[in-house]
């Protein structure tokens, strides 16, 4: 590992500068680079199911993995994947700027941040000149540098718009981005140590490439009387919500298990909120969840412990509750008032075994 200044410089870029940009397939050369005038956009080109792979130098923190999540009107929100920790950030993209509004640290849940705004980090900045500044988001002198600097990575030659943020006590960052394809290479160089730059550079990039998690799953053993779980590989493409994957997953425990569905086919968890001081999460049932249960009060109690282990142990929280098309929960034999949780007991679970 480098010595500490450089670690820190890297950490800080990782939370303010932009991560990787989707854009072109690991599976043919880059694209070509128009001739045309370029915008700020072509720097930063957002697709769809795409994974860019950085290879590090320097620091442990220097590679990292970028997909992405979410592509609204103008805004995207992606997911960097680093040394076993996962954040995501949110951007804008306009006319005259490319800006991070929104960044949030240890992830490693599916939520849909777009529409938040907590910050303004100006990556890129028209006119595209050299000479062009601005400051940092935090409030470093930033400019552009080069318009057309020669720029070789383990994925290909570009030439690169190049940025530079300046700090005389962090030090020198330097970020190339290639039209058509995004953000190719970043050089740190920390002010205390200039002979130890830490580098990270574009090595692979994937269409296609949704992401896959490790997700637990629990369900009821109603023969014995218990909940179990099973870890199973879990498909997010682009656009998909937490909701979405989790339903259908409630809905198929292993086949030949002897374990029931969290939800019957026709019921709908129809979404998830995560209260942004608490932790706590609410998942909203479609009232189908109760109508089409044909359950008793201990096989209830089970699909609801279920329910909650889920999903406590996929947001990280043990502040769980469960509403009914936005009201109360109420079956024949339960009831949960808005603001109730559920138990979240996942430790008494056991392992599902074939």
Not at 335 to 344: A, E, I, T
Request: glycine residues 10%.
């Amino acid at each position: 590992m480098k010595k500490p200044v450089a670690v820190l410089l890297m950490a800080a870029v990782l939370l303010l500068s932009g991560c990787g940009l989707p854009g072109g397939s690991s599976s043919v050369p880059p694209p070509p680079e128009s001739t045309g005038e370029k915008s700020v956009a072509d720097y930063f080109p957002v697709r769809a199911d795409t994974r860019m792979t950085y290879k590090g130098f320097g620091s442990e923190y220097a590679g990292f993995v970028s997909t992405v999540d979410y592509i609204g009107a103008g805004t995207a929100q992606l997911r960097t994947h680093s040394g076993g920790a996962e954040s995501v950030a949110v951007y804008t993209v306009g006319t005259d700027t490319v800006t991070k509004v929104f960044t949030k640290d240890a992830l490693n849940y599916r939520y849909d941040f777009t529409d938040q705004r907590a910050l303004v980090d100006v990556l890129v900045m028209a006119p595209l000149a050299v000479g062009t500044a601005w400051k940092s988001g935090a409030g470093e002198e930033r400019s552009i540098t080069a318009l057309d600097a020669a720029v070789s990575v383990p994925y290909g030659s570009f030439k690169a718009l190049e940025v530079t943020t300046a700090s005389l006590v962090s030090g020198t960052v330097k970020e190339y981005y290639a039209p058509g394809v995004g953000l190719v290479k970043r050089v740190c160089i920390p002010a205390g140590d200039p002979a130890s730059p830490v580098t990270s550079e574009l090595e692979k990039f994937e269409d296609g490439s949704p992401l896959k998690e490790d997700t637990r799953f629990y369900y009821p053993d109603i023969i014995n009387d218990r909940v179990a779980y099973i870890d199973k590989t879990v498909t997010f493409h682009t656009g998909d919500t937490a909701a979405s994957r989790l339903e259908a997953e409630f809905k198929n425990p292993p086949q030949g298990s002897g374990l029931t569905p969290v939800m019957t086919a026709g019921a709908a968890l129809n979404g998830i909120t995560v209260d942004a001081g608490s932790g706590a999460v609410t998942a909203d049932l479609s009232k189908s969840f109760v109508t089409e249960m044909n359950a008793g009060t201990a096989l209830e109690a089970l699909i609801l412990a279920s329910l909650a282990d889920t999903l406590g142990n996929y947001f990280h929280t043990d502040k769980v509750a469960v509403t009914i098309d936005g009201g109360p929960y109420e079956s024949t034999h339960l009831l949960f008032n808005l603001g109730d949780f559920l138990p979240v007991h996942p430790e008494k679970a056991v392992s599902y075994q074939k």
